[in-house]
């Protein structure tokens, strides 16, 4: 299975962006998947994580009300929709496979099943 992530930018605060996570080589909706992020000198956060039944996604808190995470078996792609950037949301976007919903601990994916990631700026 290979991923292509796409739509990091440089945005104002506020404003909105979609990040996609395309799969070729296999179904992606055989999988769960997430996102996650990581900022320069921080811990990797999950932030949102699907089931591969889609049954309830997983949000980190920071996100909540304001981020989407939803896939598109036809075009074998999952999506994050973020809307409502805020500066703390600046960091290296990674779709992840196995990511999971740990409770006590939030969505997590081991590092070995990182896609590539695309940078996400907010500026104030």
């Known amino acids: 299975l290979h991923l292509v992530v796409s739509g990091g930018g440089s945005v104002q605060a506020g404003e909105s962006l979609r990040l996609s996570c395309a799969g070729s080589g296999a179904s992606l909706d055989s999988f769960a998947i997430g996102w996650i992020r990581q900022a320069p000198g921080k811990d990797a956060e999950g932030v949102a994580c699907l089931s591969e039944g889609d049954e309830s996604p997983y949000y980190t808190d920071s996100v909540k009300g304001r981020f989407t995470i939803s896939r598109d078996g036809g075009e074998n792609t999952v999506y994050l929709q973020m809307n409502s950037l805020k500066p703390e949301d600046t960091a290296k976007y990674y779709c992840?496979?196995?990511?999971?919903?740990?409770?006590?601990?939030?969505?997590?994916?081991?590092?070995?099943?990182w896609g590539p990631g695309t940078q996400v700026t907010v500026s104030s």
């Open positions: 992840a496979l196995h990511a999971r919903h740990v409770p006590g601990y939030g969505c997590f994916a081991p590092t070995d099943s």
